[in-house]
């Protein structure tokens, strides 16, 4: 067996953020130099956000929460996520001779995390180490880890949860709680796990630090004395603090709008439930797979399952992963009540191959679906006020598959994963959505032919946009449409309102539009209460000059609306109309009547391909 070597342990105490990064630096440069030993630190922090080396601070952080509450914001001088901490947390580091643990810095990881786990256990607590960065009991996370190497100095960190509310950390970071899939703050809580609440208990500082160190001398064959710090180090460190680390150009030297954030999600809709891929990417190209976080209300056991497959796909190239699902559930003993490994093979593929782009000035998200051929006609999905991609759920997928037509399903502006609205908001909005954006979603999707699938304001779009632009629009479905207020349509939005506010609409609309929310529904509330019985959105003159054929879909007890939406229609419309009201049906018979609204809407679709010539200009 190899004899311990020696190595310095030290204590530096409570530090800012930045002055603990700048003596981070100090360490391996004063180690590189050969001017101090092989070293092991502890640390810890007041309140503060570090985000990696490689992240853009606004992606990561609620700067004007942080501003608000006096948290500092740093950046770390190695990669990673972004991280909240404060006094609950402690730190340590090992700054080692690089050819002490090998040239793979993987391997590396996983010998220093795996002592780390070791030496926790002995606290009390089943601590195991999860590549590829995690220390954890039970499947939660106790603590991060991160590495590089700098010259001939491998440099860990890692971090413990002693005393932790990951209620601090929602507000400050913009973690994949709320920016990838809007996991709740129980949710949050139910993924991380402190050593207080596993032992009911605060360890000693001085345990903590023993039991990794006898984790590390163990595991790691060093033998730990305890020192402290040189001037020589106290002195460089403060010199990077004022130089560098501790200067607002360092920590804001990457930068960007939130907007343009590289996080690609979907959501796949079956029997057994409804699954969703949010994946944050990495890379000069985003190539490469930074973190997954898969949600729904399927069931999977053993219940970590999810967990350690969003943890195999950490770290992958995109390009991969799709093969990397399949694999890891070929080794992966566990039951998955109604779905497949294809499901999550499916999933993250679709959310890999999420679309971006830009109209009337917006940053909007969607999916294509099936074929996509050059000069072909194309789907395109239009949702409702306070609806997204997702309320669709596999109804798209259904057309695609009888059709053969590809289709285009995104969220409109304000909802789902779209940007944000901003006030004020426009009270001609559904005139802008026909005019001014959907001509845009269009020629940035290629599409110049078109059937147009809209429901509620989403169909109100479609016809408008049919009537403006009759050579681009082969047919159009629309689902509960409506030109002008009805008393019920106000009524119905007081309801809203009501249930916004004391009952459990805002939780259930949070779970579509997370962070988008609240102003979506401001812009409901704002707009429609503003109107009267009668009242026309003025989209009646374009309506009037609709060439293609349309077929209008209502449920006979539409709580929003009646039958004087479809004869409205029908009077303004030139071309052939087919209106379809179905019985025991409410506002969305996309889903009380779906046999019906499907069969329909294929008959539609085929006629609009096979009895007109190609209108494409």
């Avoid at 606004?58 to 004007?64: D, G, I, K």
């Avoid at 605060?202 to 001037?231: N, T, V």
């Avoid at 006020?385 to 798209?396: H, K, N, Q, T």
């Avoid at 802008?432 to 269009?442: G, K, S």
Wanted: include cysteine; hydrophobic fraction near 45%.
């Amino acid at each position: 067996m190899t004899c311990a070597r020696p190595v310095r342990v030290i204590d530096t105490g409570i530090r800012s953020g930045r002055e603990n990064v700048a003596f981070d630096q100090a360490l391996i440069e004063t180690r590189n130099a050969g001017k101090c030993p092989e070293t092991i630190r502890f640390l810890r922090f007041r309140p503060c956000v570090l985000v990696g080396l490689h992240q853009m601070l606004s992606h990561e952080v609620r700067l004007e929460y942080c501003a608000r509450h006096g948290i500092e914001l740093g950046r770390r001088i190695t990669g990673g996520g972004g991280l909240f901490m404060d006094e609950g947390q402690i730190g340590w580091e090992l700054a080692l001779e690089r050819r002490r643990l090998g040239a793979d810095l993987a391997a590396a990881a996983t010998r220093i995390c795996t002592a780390a786990a070791a030496g926790l256990r002995r606290l009390g607590v089943a601590a195991e180490f999860r590549p590829r960065n995690d220390i954890e009991v039970g499947g939660r996370k106790l603590g991060g880890t991160g590495g590089v190497f700098d010259g001939e100095t491998l440099f860990f960190q890692g971090t413990l949860l002693v005393d932790f509310d990951p209620a601090r950390m929602i507000e400050a970071l913009r973690i994949p709680v709320e920016k990838l899939a809007r996991r709740d703050l129980e949710d949050a809580r139910r993924r991380v796990v402190s050593l207080v609440e596993l032992l009911g208990y605060a360890p000693p500082l001085a345990d903590i630090h023993a039991a990794l160190l006898a984790g590390f001398r163990e595991h790691l064959e060093l033998e730990p004395h305890w020192g402290e710090a040189s001037m020589y180090e106290e002195t460089l460190a403060r010199q990077l603090h004022t130089e560098q680390y501790g200067t607002e150009e360092f920590v804001r030297s990457l930068d960007a709008p939130e907007v343009s954030a590289p996080v690609s999600s979907a959501t796949l809709v079956r029997r057994a439930g409804t699954l969703r891929a949010d994946i944050r990417l990495e890379g000069g190209a985003n190539e490469r797979i930074r973190e997954a976080l898969i949600t729904g209300d399927f069931f999977v056991s053993p219940s970590r399952t999810v967990l350690d497959l969003e943890a195999r796909l950490r770290g992958l190239a995109a390009a991969g992963a799709g093969a990397a699902v399949e694999a890891f559930f070929a080794e992966r003993a566990c039951q998955l009540s109604g779905l497949a490994p294809a499901d999550f093979r499916e999933l993250v593929e679709s959310a890999l191959a999420q679309l971006s782009f830009r109209a009337a000035g917006r940053l909007l998200r969607g999916h294509w679906r099936g074929p996509r051929q050059e000069q072909a006609t194309a789907l395109v999905f239009l949702h409702d006020a306070l609806g997204s991609v997702r309320l669709w759920r596999d109804f798209p997928d259904q057309l695609v598959k009888a059709t053969g037509c590809g289709a285009l399903v995104y969220d409109r502006w304000g909802s789902g994963d779209a940007e944000p609205l901003v006030p004020p908001f426009a009270k001609d909005y559904l005139m802008r959505e026909a005019l001014e954006a959907l001509p845009e979603v269009l020629a940035r999707a290629g599409i110049g032919d078109a059937i147009l699938v809209g429901q509620s304001d989403g169909a109100s779009i479609a016809l408008a946009y049919a009537g403006a632009n009759p050579q681009r629009v082969r047919g159009v479905i629309a689902l509960s449409p409506h030109l002008v207020v009805e008393a019920r349509t106000l009524e119905q939005v007081r309801e809203q309102i009501r249930d916004y506010e004391t009952g459990d609409l805002k939780a259930r609309l949070r779970r579509h539009h997370g962070k988008n929310t609240a102003a979506l529904f401001a812009r409901l509330v704002e707009v429609w209460t503003a109107l009267a019985p009668g009242a026309s959105w003025g989209l009646e003159p374009y309506v009037a000059r609709v060439q293609c054929p349309v077929l209008a879909i209502q449920g006979e007890d539409d709580e929003f609306f009646s039958r004087l939406q479809l004869d409205a229609l029908a009077r303004l419309l030139p071309g052939p109309l087919e209106s379809l009201r179905i019985p025991g049906s409410r506002h969305y018979p996309v889903h009380q009547a779906r046999n019906e609204v499907l069969a329909a809407s294929i008959r539609l679709i085929q006629r609009a391909l096979l009895g007109q010539p190609s209108l494409c200009a």
